[in-house]
């Protein structure tokens, strides 16, 4: 299992789009993917999940991942993340 505290960078937070992003980004791994956020685990390869969780920009979360390739997808991840999800 691989843990790693990251800052969500764009603006807006974990709304529809950037949810959609990471959650199909997560489901091309065969690890399992949680981000915890103020109590709560939110499935990262679920979009429903990720947007229940009310991630604001500026948030910081602790993505946790367990798994064949959980290093590779804590990475891919980590930079969609620090691309802000292709948004300024």
Known sequence: MVSKQLKILNQAGLHLRPAMLL????A??????????HGKQL?????????TG????????LLTCS???ET???SAAEALIAD???EM
């Open 72 to 74: 590779a997808m804590l």
């Open 54 to 61: 009310g991630i604001p920009g500026g948030a910081e979360v």
């Open 67 to 69: 798994g064949e390739e």
């Open 28 to 37: 091309q791994f065969p690890a399992e993917a949680t981000v915890h956020y």
């Open 23 to 26: 959650s199909q980004t997560m």
């Open 43 to 51: 499935d990262a390869k679920s979009i429903l999940s990720l947007m």
């Open 84 to 86: 802000r999800f292709g």
